[in-house]
């Protein structure tokens, strides 16, 4: 069995968690700008969803790898920090079904929060599970909104789905680099895991610009 302390890493790089620090703050101020341009009771939904979990990710990022925790707590922030991956996987998808409101992209709404709900379940209950297959299930629910992307071509352009697909791949390359740890330029001060959630934050500044839009013209 897996005990709290072997779950801890032997050494924290000096800049693990600063990234998402900040992006906590940016997330945090742009749910609430999502929220209050939404247009109607529909969109203000989509955006506090998606804004939540947004904000929600970061934060319990920020919480998990800037601070020492006991190795308790650390195994608690740990389950609250995979959770809030599949947690954001789901609300980045919500408004954009939303705004297609076609039966498919609802059967894509259904199967992506299952999805995100068995992502939880494992994370809470399997917390020494596969490095990789944490990656492999956040990625694959993460394009399993392909589908819908025709749809969304149609209803939100061309320029939409492209920032859809490059935050996509910019979560895929971080997922690949977290399963395998490499590259690890400077582990002391930079490491894998700091380029990780670069990554993460690059991945979700794409689809705020897409969710943005998606807000916009939910009616």
């Known amino acids: 069995m897996t005990s709290f302390s072997s779950l801890r890493p032997r050494v924290k790089p ?51 790898h800037r601070r020492s925790w006991s190795a308790r707590a650390y195994a608690l922030m740990r389950r609250f920090d995979h959770s809030a991956i599949f947690l954001l996987i789901a609300g980045t998808c919500t408004p954009l079904c939303l705004l297609l409101r076609s039966r498919l992209s609802l059967v894509m709404l259904a ?26 299930l956040a990625v694959g629910l993460s394009w399993i909104f392909v589908p819908v992307m025709p749809e969304l071509r149609a209803s939100a352009g061309n320029a939409a789905l492209a920032l859809l697909l490059a935050g996509g791949l910019a ?9 395998l740890r490499r590259p690890d330029p400077a582990p002391a001060v930079f490491g894998y895991h700091e380029i990780f959630h670069a990554l993460v934050v690059v991945a979700a500044g794409c689809h705020y610009a897409v969710v943005s839009s998606a807000v916009a013209a939910i009616r």
Do not use: D, M, Q
């Open 111 to 136: 199967v992506v929060w299952s999805g995100a709900v068995l992502g939880i379940l494992k994370s809470v209950f399997w917390t020494n599970a596969p490095r990789p297959l944490l990656a492999i």
């Open 171 to 179: 979560y895929t390359v971080g997922a690949a680099v977290y399963a």
């Open 14 to 64: 000096l800049l693990r968690g600063v990234s998402h620090e900040i992006a906590a703050f940016i997330a945090a101020a742009g749910a609430i700008a999502l929220v209050v341009g939404a247009p109607t009771p529909r969109a203000v939904v989509a955006a506090g969803v998606y804004g939540g979990t947004l904000t929600t990710l970061f934060t319990v990022s920020a919480l998990y």
